[in-house]
């Protein structure tokens, strides 16, 4: 139980780091006026979990899953701060931008979860 929490720690920090900078890093290309880092990690984590999750089971490597699944992934994803920049946009009166966003950010995270299910069978077929 112990070396799995350790795992969840270590990926979480890892994970939280990764986000952060990826924010910082969006911001410095595309500018403040749209949360684009948080739409990024979103996307992109959402698209490394259908990964994982195929890899691991083919690897029968599930061990790893507490330290890049829930941890890594856990840390980098950011639905809570997705629900913080919707109701910044919402509360600043950029209504149908933060309901772009939200639709945008659903559905597009759920496609790449399953564009990276799809592409990683590919791989193991």
Do not use: C, H
């Amino acid at each position: 139980m112990i070396l799995t929490l350790l795992q969840v720690a270590l990926g979480g920090a890892l994970g939280a780091s990764a986000r952060y900078l990826t924010g910082v890093g969006m911001t410095a290309l595309m500018g403040k006026t749209f949360p684009w880092g948080t739409l990024t990690v979103n996307i992109l984590g959402s698209f490394l979990m259908g990964v994982l999750v195929v890899t691991l089971a083919n690897f029968s490597a599930t061990r790893y899953a507490p330290l890049l699944m829930i941890g890594f992934l856990g840390g980098f994803t950011t639905f809570s701060s997705f629900s913080l920049d919707f109701a910044t946009l919402y509360e600043r009166g950029d209504i149908p931008l933060a309901i772009g966003y939200a639709a945008v950010s659903v559905l597009v995270s759920i496609t790449a979860l399953f564009a990276g299910l799809l592409l990683t069978r590919s791989l193991f077929a």
